[in-house]
Nanobody
Framework: QVQLVESGGGLVQPGGSLRLSCGASGSIFDINAMGWYRQAPGKDRDLVAAITSGGNTIYADSVKGRFTISRDNAKNTVYLQMNSLKHEDTAVYSC???????????????WGQGTQVTVSS
């Protein structure tokens, strides 16, 4: 019943910017942490950035100073502003969220379908 949908990916030249969005919908009681991951061909899936419900953030070293994660709790949406993009940023970007579907019971991790980001000249 919970669905996460990413948008905003595409083709961009080195040095350009993209803003990714991911909205969660369905039977959501509350959302704890949300995050963005990426996976390039032949590589592991790596954490790009994460943000807690209170606004604390963490970033991979490779994107610090270039990417900014934010969220709109009222919209159950997380964003990733990507600036100064490099070829190495090319990957499928997926969002995740730790979601509780009711007051009782545990949180579970949900994933979006992913959106392709290609940085190419």
């Amino acid at each position: 019943q919970v669905q996460l949908v990413e948008s905003g990916g595409g083709l961009v030249q080195p040095g350009g910017s993209l803003r990714l969005s991911c909205g969660a919908s369905g039977s959501i009681f509350d959302i704890n942490a949300m995050g963005w991951y990426r996976q390039a061909p032949g590589k592991d899936r790596d954490l790009v950035a994460a943000i807690t419900s209170g606004g604390n953030t963490i970033y991979a070293d490779s994107v610090k100073g270039r990417f900014t994660i934010s969220r709109d709790n009222a919209k159950n949406t997380v964003y990733l502003q990507m600036n100064s993009l490099k070829h190495e940023d090319t990957a499928v970007y997926s969002c995740s969220a730790n979601i509780r579907t009711g007051y009782y019971g545990p949180y579970h991790i949900y994933w979006g379908q992913g959106t392709q980001v290609t940085v190419s000249s």
